[in-house]
Structures are given as structure tokens and as C-alpha cells.
């Protein structure tokens, strides 16, 4: 049940752009973003509910296709900020959250 | 408000012992779920509790159990460790409750096991 993430790492420079694949052999009813950074707990980025969905805050967004049971995470413009491991959460029903094995980001100057 | 609170933040132990981890979980939170964080394995999820019921499981043998009390604090346990339980253990909480899993999960900072 465990969702697959791709890439496992990437590297960019600042300014670029970067986009993290989150996949399910289940249907999803559910889709949440998370960063880590290095040491520290989770933090929340979005939920997405509803096939066809996109949301997004300041330069990060995230859509969500239903029927191919899939979300994409788009990070544009990144900056030093962003880097950090994503993990996307799927929830299948069972009213818990299965994570990707992460994407460790990392933003040089 | 403070946020999730996991004690203690550091543990180590030999083979064979037990081990008990705590999370008081954000005010008014009544949902509180752990998780097993390895650098392979990413967050893999152990179990969720709400008001004092375990309500879902993950794939983790009878050795790891939790349990909450009623001022939604959780504890989880782990049984004849072995060095495989060797993780950052992270527990999160929700609000209202997490029926739909439609609320975010705030995150604990964890507790690192490490066992000899």
C-alpha cells in the first residue's frame, strides 16, 4: 500500500524548476505533501481531494489525477529553502496514510 | 500552543529489552498516529488511535503495540527489541478526528532508538 515517489534525490541550482511523481496501485481518496528537513519533524505542505485537483502556495503546487491513481509535486523557481526530503501520504479508505519512501531534494546556490 | 511533544528524544538499548515512547499530542487533538521512520523504508505507518481505540494497523509484528489514555496521550511499546527496530519513531496528531483523513497530521520531532 505503500505509495512509489520518483526521483529518490535531486539536485538543482536555485532557480530551477523540479517535479516529484507520487503513484498508487490503490485508488486514492487522498493525497497530502510533506517536507522534512534535515533533523526536524514533517511539516505539512497541502491535501488534495479531489481528482483533478491543483493547489498550491507561494512557488510550490501539487495536482492530483484520480484515474491514474498519481499526484506530481511542482516546485518552481526553488530556492535554498525547499531543500529538504517530500513525502507524499496516500489514504486508500482505511482513514490512514501510507508515505513514499521520499525525495531528498537539495537547493545549491 | 505547543505543539506535538515526544519523550524522550534520544534512547538506546541492547537486544532483547523493551522500550516505551510517549506523544501528548496537540491540544484538542483526539487522533495520534505513529510511524517508523528508516532511511530506506521512509515513514512507514505502525498505528493510529482515536479516543482510547486503535482504530487501524499497519504491518508490524505483535512486538510493537500503543495504546491512549483519555486525555488523548499515546504510548507505544516495543517488545524483545531487535537491531531491525533501530528508527526514528515519529508520531502525529489531528484534528477534529481523523475519519476522513482529510486533516493535515501534525508531527511529533520523534524519538531516535538506537539498539545494540
Known amino acids: 500500500q505503500q505509495p512509489v515517489q520518483s526521483p529518490q534525490a535531486v539536485i538543482l541550482r536555485e532557480g530551477e524548476d523540479a517535479v516529484i511523481n507520487c503513484s498508487s496501485s490503490?485508488?486514492?481518496?487522498?493525497v497530502h505533501w510533506y517536507r522534512q528537513k534535515h533533523g526536524e519533524a514533517p511539516v505539512f505542505l497541502m491535501i488534495?481531494?479531489?481528482?483533478?485537483e491543483q493547489k498550491g502556495h507561494d512557488k510550490i503546487s501539487a495536482s492530483f489525477n484520480e484515474k491514474k491513481q498519481q499526484s506530481s509535486l511542482y516546485l518552481t523557481a526553488s530556492q535554498l529553502s525547499y531543500s529538504g526530503t517530500y513525502f507524499c501520504?496516500?489514504?486508500?479508505?482505511?482513514?490512514?496514510?501510507?508515505f513514499g519512501t521520499g525525495t531528498r531534494l537539495t537547493v545549491i546556490p | 500552543k505547543a505543539g506535538v511533544t515526544q519523550t524522550p528524544r534520544y534512547l538506546i538499548k541492547t537486544r532483547g529489552q523493551q522500550v516505551t515512547l510517549s506523544c501528548s499530542p496537540i491540544?484538542?487533538?483526539?487522533?495520534v498516529s505513529w510511524y517508523q521512520q528508516t532511511p530506506g523504508q521512509g515513514l512507514q505507518f505502525l498505528f493510529e488511535?482515536?479516543?482510547?481505540?486503535?482504530?487501524n494497523k499497519g504491518n508490524f509484528p505483535g512486538r510493537f503495540s500503543g495504546r491512549q489514555f483519555s486525555n488523548s496521550r499515546s504510548e507505544m511499546n516495543v517488545s524483545t527489541l531487535e537491531l531491525g527496530d533501530s528508527a526514528l519513531y515519529l508520531c502525529?496528531?489531528?484534528?477534529?478526528?481523523?475519519?476522513?483523513?482529510?486533516?493535515?497530521?501534525?508531527f511529533g520531532s520523534g524519538t531516535q532508538l538506537s539498539v545494540l
Open positions: 502525529a496528531s489531528s484534528f477534529p478526528d481523523l475519519a476522513t483523513t482529510n486533516e493535515k497530521l501534525f
Open positions: 490503490k485508488a486514492l481518496y487522498s
Open positions: 488534495l481531494l479531489k481528482g483533478g
Open positions: 501520504g496516500t489514504e486508500a479508505g482505511a482513514n490512514n496514510l501510507f
Open positions: 491540544s484538542g487533538h483526539r487522533s
Open positions: 488511535y482515536f479516543s482510547e481505540t486503535q482504530r
